[in-house]
C-alpha cells in the first residue's frame, strides 16, 4: 500500500529480468518507495527506455536472446548518464567488471541482500540529486558572474547588470561612459537584448563622423515646434541614465574570470587546449595596468593562446611590456647565464621589439616612446637584428 506521504515525485525504476520470481521480489521489497516499471526481455526494456525517463535500471545479465551486458551497452549509447545496477546469478569477477567498465553503477548478487539492494538505490538516488543540486549551482554561478556577454563578477558590474535589468524596458536614453575598451558597446549590445526592441536592429552610429549641429536630430530626431534651443537640449538631459563602465585595474578581481573565459574563447576558435597561465605569468596580468582595458586583455589572451607550447601559458608568451615585472622573466635570464652585455641586449632588442609592434612599426612614434632619436632607432634596430618581416617599416 503506497504511503500518503511519500513525496509527490518517486523515483522511477526499470526492472529487467525474464525470471517471474525475481520480479516479484523487487516489486514486494520496492514498490512501497519506488514507481516500478517491469521488462523480461532486452529489446522491451530499451523500448520502454527509448519512450520515457527511468531513474534507475535493475537489470540481469542472463537472458534469453539479449543478454544484459549487450543491454546496458545499448542503455548506455541511448543515455550516458543512465543509472544502471547490474544483478548476475553467478558471482563472475568478469562480468562484473565488464560491465564497471560499460558505466554500470555497481552490481549485486542473486539471491541478494533486501538491505544491500535498498541501501544501493538510496544511494544512486542521493547522487542524482546531487548532481541535479551541482547543476542547479553553476547555472545560478554563471548568471552571477556575467550578463550577456558581459563577464565580470567585481561588485561594480554587478550593480551595472541591477541596473540594466531594471531600465532596460523604460524608453530612458542611457548614456554609457567609460574608457576604451572596458565594454560599452557590449553593455549596448546587452541593453538592447534585454529591452522589448531586442528583436529589432541594434544600430551603432560613429558621432565623431556627425557635425555637431545635426547629431541631435540625427539621433533623437527633429520634434518640429515643440522646443527650441536650450530649453529642447537635454528634455533628454532629464531623460538621461548615466552608466559608467570601470576601468579594469579598479576592477582586478575580474581578470581571472576574464582570462579563463577568453581562454576558453580562443581555445575553441584556434582549436587548442590551453588550460591555465603559470604563477609567474597570472602575477604579471595582475600587476599590469591594463590602459586598453578588457579589450587589451582579450588581445593579450589571444596572441598567448596562439602561441602557447603547452597547456599552460608562461611569460615568454606575454609581450614584454607586460611579463618584464614578472618574477619569472628574471629568473630566466638568470638561469641562462648570460653577461650583462648580452642580458641588455636581450633586454633591449625584446623591448624595442615590443614598442615596434605596439605602433604597428611606425618608427616616429616608436622613438618618441622610447625616447630616442630616430636614426638612433634605426641604427639600434639594424645592429640587434630586430626583424621587421612582415611590416615594412614606415617613416
Ligand atoms: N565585461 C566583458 N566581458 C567580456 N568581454 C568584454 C568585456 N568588456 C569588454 N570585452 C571585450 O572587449 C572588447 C572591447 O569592448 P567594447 O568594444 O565594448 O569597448 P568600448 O568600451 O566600446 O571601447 P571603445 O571606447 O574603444 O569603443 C569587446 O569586443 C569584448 O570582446
Ligand atoms: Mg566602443
Excluded at 141 to 160: K, P, S, T, Y
Amino acid at each position: 500500500m503506497a504511503s500518503t506521504e511519500a513525496s509527490p515525485v518517486r523515483p522511477s525504476i526499470l526492472v529487467v529480468d525474464d525470471d517471474v520470481g525475481v520480479r516479484e521480489s523487487f516489486e514486494a521489497v520496492l514498490a512501497k518507495d519506488y514507481d516500478l516499471v517491469f521488462a523480461t526481455q532486452g529489446p522491451e526494456a530499451l523500448r520502454i527506455l527509448s519512450s520515457r525517463d527511468v531513474n534507475l535500471v535493475l537489470l540481469d545479465i542472463r537472458m534469453p536472446g539479449m543478454d544484459g551486458i549487450e543491454v546496458l551497452r545499448r542503455i548506455k549509447e541511448l543515455n550516458e548518464q543512465a543509472d544502471v545496477i547490474v544483478v548476475t546469478a553467478v558471482k563472475s569477477l568478469k562480468t562484473a567488471v565488464e560491465a564497471i567498465k560499460l558505466g554500470a553503477f555497481d552490481y549485486i548478487t542473486k539471491p541478494f541482500d533486501i538491505h544491500e539492494i535498498l541501501a544501493l538505490i538510496k544511494r544512486v538516488v542521493e547522487k542524482q540529486e546531487l548532481v541535479k543540486e551541482v547543476m542547479y549551482l553553476r547555472s545560478e554561478v554563471a548568471r552571477d558572474h556575467r550578463f550577456e556577454d558581459l563577464v565580470g563578477r567585481n561588485v561594480r558590474m554587478q550593480e551595472i547588470y541591477t541596473l540594466i535589468t531594471r531600465i532596460a524596458d523604460n524608453n530612458a536614453t542611457v548614456l554609457l561612459s567609460g574608457e576604451s575598451g572596458t565594454g560599452k558597446e557590449v553593455l549596448a549590445r546587452a541593453l538592447h537584448q534585454q529591452s522589448h526592441r531586442g528583436q529589432r536592429p541594434f544600430v551603432a552610429v560613429n558621432c565623431a563622423a556627425i557635425p555637431a549641429e545635426l547629431l541631435e536630430s540625427e539621433l533623437f530626431g527633429h520634434e518640429k515646434g515643440a522646443f527650441t534651443g536650450a530649453i529642447a537640449t537635454i528634455y533628454y538631459r532629464l531623460n538621461v541614465v548615466p552608466i559608467t563602465l570601470p576601468p579594469l585595474r579598479q576592477r582586478r578581481d575580474d581578470i581571472p574570470l576574464l582570462v579563463e573565459h577568453f581562454i576558453a574563447k580562443y581555445d575553441r576558435e584556434f582549436n587548442r587546449k590551453v588550460k591555465g597561465f603559470s604563477a609567474g605569468a597570472t602575477a604579471a596580468l595582475y600587476q599590469y595596468d591594463w590602459p586598453g582595458n578588457v579589450r587589451e586583455l582579450e588581445n593579450v589572451i589571444e596572441r598567448a593562446v596562439a602561441l602557447a607550447q603547452s597547456e599552460t601559458v608562461s611569460l615568454r608568451e606575454l609581450p614584454l611590456d607586460i611579463s618584464i615585472l614578472g618574477p619569472e622573466t628574471i629568473e630566466h635570464i638568470q638561469k641562462s647565464g648570460l653577461s650583462l652585455r648580452e642580458a641588455r641586449n636581450h633586454f633591449e632588442k625584446q623591448y624595442i621589439l615590443n614598442i615596434l609592434e605596439k605602433v604597428q612599426w611606425n618608427q616616429t612614434e616608436a622613438a618618441r616612446i622610447l625616447g630616442l632619436h630616430r636614426n638612433t632607432l634605426l641604427w639600434k634596430v639594424q645592429r640587434l637584428g630586430i626583424d621587421s618581416r612582415p611590416h615594412a617599416l614606415t617613416a
